[in-house]
């Protein structure tokens, strides 16, 4: 619930530091004391147009600080408040503030942190429910009528929500199946060929590097052609210097034992011919791997340039080719496993579409059932707020299939008409503001604690009526206020003596400076305040005495 409101610089206020507690709050005061200012500053910490206007005469900015606090935060304010990463720790107390500059400029917190305005608008539903004669929100937007008597009736939507999300997959992955499997049907010809074209040349992974280096391989064998030539004549025959190395090796063995430095010659002998056949079998190698075969390399050149041709034609690497061949066998087989998958899709689509049909019209039933229990509960409390004429229908309609949704199958919106033989418009489209807020307040009470804001404020209910119609409509507020917090700017006595709590809003003149300022009654306040509202300018002891007995018949 809204428990404080700091307003600076807001038209008339200079400063101004107010404190709420639970239940009915009334605020009085006489005509153009600036009850509405008060309801301005609100406005604009919830997240309404910044108007420069509202910024005092002769100072560069204003702003409005409301807190509020609550046992556990609102679902939508908590989410909303996690969507915008704004931290608020448990138990501790939602600070709203704005600040408006005289240029028309604005900033928005809250709880310090700097947060747009929108978030702001987001809030202000869940914190503040505002009814007053140019109402446009709340219980008069049909937008919200479907939940409101969702709430009333106790309906499963979540339920149905869960349906429609199962009936919404499924249908989407029939399209889907659909779509795919006509493009593959429509590209089943090309795909075929590609097919065949790949199994045709039986690309493998890795192959393109293999080849590319038995290419370079081979193309440097050619150019070294003659010169490995050369080197052969040098180790083949029996003239070859390894020949002869090997013949003195053997030579020199026979005599090696006859002298140490003969034996340490052989060893080094026997070195050298290792090393020289180890170059040998290297050469020899070499040239075997260094081989030019202009056939083979033909081939390889061949191969190498249709693997990169069907590479480019796929968008793709050589080695990705394998991985395009299973794609495209893939895409084949799904058009001939297609219409079985489809078969199967649509049986579940069917299925879900049912289940959701039955929880949807389980809703619908519900809603109806409950609009005609909320439409006699209305109609119980329009003769005492002086509405007797009026009627209240509750109304769900079944919308066409192509705007079902989570919510179910239908459009609510609570209808109203005023006089006999009136036709039924919406809540909205009534003439008179004081009987739109007598409206609220009846679909208010008998709505009871399904839904709402924190805090609710009414903005003069009570124009216009006066008598058993204002005490009724005290009584109505004093019991939604119940458990909860409501606040109400009156100029009804019989209003006013129903409030916990009583506000005067008093404008006061010193020299050309004009201020608004808002006290917080005591009994002896209170007393005084109705007794003026009693007898209007001058307050006489029969107005003070009837105020008394007032306040002694409430109590």
């Not at 947060?115 to 869940?126: D, E, F, I, M, P």
């Not at 083979?296 to 395009?324: C, G, M, N, Y």
């Not at 794609?327 to 049912?354: H, M, T």
């Not at 307040?441 to 924190?454: D, F, N, S, T, Y």
């Amino acid at each position: 619930m809204l428990t404080t409101l700091a307003i600076r610089n807001i038209v008339l206020i200079d400063a101004l530091d107010l404190a709420f507690g639970p239940g009915l709050g009334v605020l009085t005061g006489e005509t153009g004391a600036g009850k509405s200012i008060l309801l301005d500053a609100l406005g604009l910490v919830l997240g309404e147009r910044a108007d420069s206007a509202l910024v005092r005469a002769g100072e560069d900015q204003a702003s409005v600080t409301a807190s509020f606090e609550f046992d556990r935060l609102p679902a939508a304010v908590a989410d909303a408040l996690a969507a915008a990463e704004v931290e608020v720790e448990p138990g501790e107390a939602l600070i709203v503030r704005r600040r408006l500059k005289a240029d028309g400029g604005s900033k928005a917190w809250v709880n310090d942190q700097p947060v747009g305005v929108a978030l702001l608008r987001q809030l202000a539903g869940s914190l503040v429910e505002l009814h007053g004669q140019h109402d446009d929100r709340g219980l008069v937007n049909p937008r919200g009528h479907r939940a409101l008597l969702d709430r009333f009736a106790g309906a499963d939507t979540v339920g149905v929500a869960a349906a429609w999300e199962a009936w919404r997959k499924t249908r989407e992955a029939l399209a889907s199946a659909r779509t795919a499997i006509e493009q593959a049907k429509a590209d089943e010809d090309l795909l075929l060929a590609h097919l065949a074209e790949l199994t045709a040349i039986e690309p493998q992974e890795g192959e393109e590097e293999t080849l590319a280096g038995t290419r370079v391989d081979m193309q440097k064998g050619e150019k070294l052609q003659g010169d490995l030539e050369e080197l052969r004549l040098v180790w083949d025959g029996s003239d070859s210097p390894l020949a002869r190395l090997r013949s003195a090796a053997r030579k020199l063995d026979r005599i090696a034992p006859e002298h140490t430095l003969l034996a340490e010659a052989l060893a080094a002998l026997d070195r050298a011919v290792i090393e020289a056949g180890e170059a040998e079998e290297k050469l020899e190698a070499a040239a075997q791997a260094l081989t030019h075969d202009p056939l083979e390399l033909d081939r390889i050149e061949t191969r190498l340039f249709e693997l990169r041709a069907l590479a480019r034609k796929h968008s793709v690497q050589v080695d990705e080719l394998p991985a395009v061949m299973q794609s495209l066998r893939a895409r084949l087989d799904a058009i001939e496993q297609g219409d079985a998958d489809i078969a199967d899709l649509e049986r579940a689509e069917l299925a879900a579409g049912e289940a959701y049909r039955a929880a949807a019209e389980a809703l619908h039933a519900a809603r109806v059932a409950a609009g005609e229990r909320l439409d006699a509960a209305v109609a119980a409390e329009l003769a005492p707020l002086k509405l007797d004429a009026a009627r209240f229908r509750t109304e769900v309609r079944e919308l066409p299939e192509e705007r079902w949704g989570a919510s179910g199958m239908d459009a609510v919106e609570f209808l109203i008409a005023t006089n006999p033989g009136a036709d039924f418009a919406p809540l909205g489209k009534i003439a008179s503001g004081g009987e739109l807020s007598r409206f609220i307040l009846a679909l208010k009470v008998a709505l009871a604690e399904e839904g709402g804001a924190a805090t609710i404020i009414f903005d003069e209910i009570d124009r216009g009526v006066g008598g058993a119609v204002a005490s009724a409509i005290g009584e109505r507020l004093a019991r939604l206020a119940s458990g909860g917090q409501l606040l109400a700017v009156t100029h009804s006595p019989q209003v006013a003596a129903r409030g916990g709590t009583h506000y005067l809003i008093a404008k006061s003149n010193e020299g050309t400076v004009t201020r608004t300022s808002v006290a917080l009654l005591d009994e002896g306040g209170r007393q005084e305040e109705i007794a003026r509202m009693l007898s209007g300018a001058e307050v006489t002891p029969e107005a003070r005495a009837q105020a008394d007995r007032l306040l002694e018949d409430i109590s």
